[in-house]
Nanobody
Framework: VQLQACGGGLVQPGGSLRLSCASS????????LGWYRQAPGKERELVAD???????NYADSVKGRFTISRDNVKNTVRLQMNTLTPEDTAVYYC??????????WGQGTLVTVSS
């Protein structure tokens, strides 16, 4: 299985972006879809993830601003990002943790928040 992410770009502080990630194949097994990010000079960190059943988990830094959602029929995961700040600038990666596929990473999409 492969993950294809899209939706990154340049946005002004306070703006919004929506990231999407699609799986190339049906996602089997118990699984969690998530978004991670890596800023220049920093380690990759979890932004948000969501289980098959819809349970969500967010980094403290994005709570109240970002919303993760998934479509189990279309095998997609989305990240709605609001009230963006320059500190949100990073490469964002979608991720799958599955009992069937193991751990799979998407290719990353760049989000730049700047005026």
């Amino acid at each position: 299985v492969q993950l294809q992410a899209c939706g990154g770009g340049l946005v002004q502080p306070g703006g919004s972006l929506r990231l999407s990630c699609a799986s190339s194949a049906p996602i089997f097994g118990i699984n969690t879809l998530g978004w991670y990010r890596q800023a220049p000079g920093k380690e990759r960190e979890l932004v948000a993830d969501i289980t098959t059943g819809g349970d969500t988990n967010y980094a403290d830094s994005v709570k109240g601003r970002f919303t993760i959602s998934r479509d189990n029929v279309k095998n997609t995961v989305r990240l709605q990002m609001n009230t963006l700040t320059p500190e949100d600038t990073a490469v964002y990666y979608c991720n799958l943790r599955s009992t069937f596929y193991g751990r799979v990473w998407g290719q990353g999409t760049l989000v730049t928040v700047s005026s």
